[in-house]
T-cell receptor, first 114, second 115 residues
Framework: AQSVTQLDSHVSVSEGTPVLLRCNYS??????LFWYVQHPNKGLQLLLK??????LVKGINGFEAEFKKSETSFHLTKPSAHMSDAAEYFC????????????FGKGTRLHILP | GAGVSQSPSNKVTEKGKDVELRCDPI?????LYWYRQRLGQGLEFLIY????????KSGLPSDRFSAERTGESVSTLTIQRTQQEDSAVYLC?????????????FGPGTRLTVT
């Protein structure tokens, strides 16, 4: 079975400062990991995904995430926050076997302070 | 091309009534997912269709919930005898294959309010 935990329900950072959104997972098999973003009144959009290739994954809008198997983590980072980054972020774990399951974290709301 | 569409965008219904929600996936996408998102919560997996395989219904919360999909096209999610706890946004997503490998494309959702 797999699970995903987003450690912070809310994160506030000042514009121009680094962003760190934390995600830990557990999985009996090699997982695929994703980050999705949901802007207010908009649909969910894929930011980036890890599927057993390079452990450092670059996504859209300057975001990246590093898969750390030893720490079972897949934290999302961005060097410099922008006001447009304010949104809800979801970490997702999936296992590619015949019982493909998709598990969404509870989400982290990112607030950007001017 | 067109993205995933869902209808209606909003639905208000009385407790005890049945509702039907519709999802039109992206053409050619073999996989289709339904999720429920309660206010302030993450996404809760409901059901998954992949090609002609039997659907994975493991996320359906009760036997009042059912879903159908015609081939690799339209899907409907039906909730019978609605309860107030069914109030949520229902999201549909499609992908080219198993979502473990392929990006899911999400529709705008149907906001269901049960009064």
């Amino acid at each position: 079975a797999q699970s995903v935990t987003q450690l912070d329900s809310h994160v506030s950072v000042s514009e121009g400062t680094p962003v760190l959104l934390r995600c830990n997972y557990s999985s009996s098999y090699s997982p695929s990991l994703f980050w999705y973003v949901q802007h207010p009144n908009k649909g969910l959009q894929l930011l980036l995904k890890y599927t057993s290739a390079a452990t450092l994954v670059k996504g859209i809008n300057g975001f990246e995430a590093e898969f750390k198997k030893s720490e079972t983590s897949f934290h999302l980072t961005k060097p410099s926050a922008h006001m447009s980054d304010a949104a809800e972020y979801f970490c997702v774990v999936s296992v590619m076997n015949r019982d493909d399951k998709i598990i969404f974290g509870k989400g982290t709301r990112l607030h950007i302070l001017p | 091309g067109a993205g995933v569409s869902q209808s209606p965008s909003n639905k208000v219904t009385e407790k005890g009534k049945d509702v039907e929600l519709r999802c039109d996936p992206i053409s050619g996408h073999t996989a289709l997912y339904w999720y429920r998102q309660r206010l302030g919560q993450g996404l809760e997996f409901l059901i998954y269709f992949q090609g002609n395989s039997a659907p994975d219904k493991s996320g359906l919360p009760s036997d009042r919930f059912s879903a159908e999909r015609t081939g690799e096209s339209v899907s409907t999610l039906t909730i019978q005898r609605t309860q107030q706890e069914d109030s949520a946004v229902y999201l549909c997503a499609s992908s080219r294959g198993l979502a473990g490998a392929y990006e899911q494309y999400f529709g705008p959702g149907t906001r269901l309010t049960v009064t």
